[in-house]
C-alpha cells in the first residue's frame, strides 16, 4: 500500500529528490547514496565503526580488531575511501624507514555512521521501549 507523504513536521518535500540538494552541494545523490551502499556492508560498517569511535587506525590495528585478513580488509577500505567515508593518510615516523599508514572517518563517515546506521539502531531500542507491553504502569 502505497501512501503519499508530501509533508513531515510542517516541511514540504519536493518532487524530485535532487531537488533536496543545496544549490551549491559539494556531492551528487548518486554520492550520497554509494556513501550509504558502501556502509551497508558488514565489514565497511564495522570499519567506520571503529574509525569514527576509536579514532584513526592503522590497517594492522583495523584487521586485529575486526579479525579478517589483510587483503580482505584493504578491499573495503578502498572502497570506503573511494565514496569519501574514510580518508588514507601516510607519514614517515623519525628513526624509521618507509611510511606510517592509517585511517581515518571523513566528516561524511562520522555523520553516515551517527546520524544513519547508529542512528536507526538506537530509533528500534525507543521503539521498542515504546512499545514494550511488559512494563507496568
Known amino acids: ?10 516541511a514540504a518535500f519536493p ?6 540538494l543545496p544549490e551549491d552541494s559539494v556531492l551528487s545523490l548518486d554520492e550520497y547514496l554509494a556513501m550509504l551502499a558502501a556502509v551497508g556492508h558488514r565489514t565497511r560498517y564495522e570499519v567506520l565503526y571503529r574509525l569514527v569511535h576509536s579514532g584513526d587506525m592503522s590497517p594492522t590495528e ?19 575511501v573511494d565514496v569519501g567515508l574514510v580518508e588514507k593518510r601516510q607519514h614517515t615516523e623519525r628513526g624509521a624507514d618507509g611510511l606510517y599508514t592509517y585511517y ?20 528500534e531500542a525507543a521503539f521498542e ?7 507496568e504502569e
Request: aromatic residues 4%; charged residues 25%; proline residues 2%.
Open 1 to 10: 500500500m502505497a501512501t503519499n507523504h508530501s509533508q513531515t513536521a510542517g
Open 15 to 20: 518532487e524530485n529528490p535532487e531537488d533536496l
Open 62 to 80: 583495523l584487521a586485529d580488531a575486526i579479525d579478517i585478513d589483510d587483503s580482505t580488509l584493504h578491499y573495503h577500505l578502498n572502497k570506503l
Open 104 to 123: 581515518r572517518a571523513t566528516v561524511f563517515g562520522e555523520v553516515t555512521l551517527t546520524s544513519g546506521v547508529d542512528e536507526l539502531i538506537r530509533g
Open 129 to 135: 521501549a515504546m512499545y514494550d507491553s511488559s512494563t
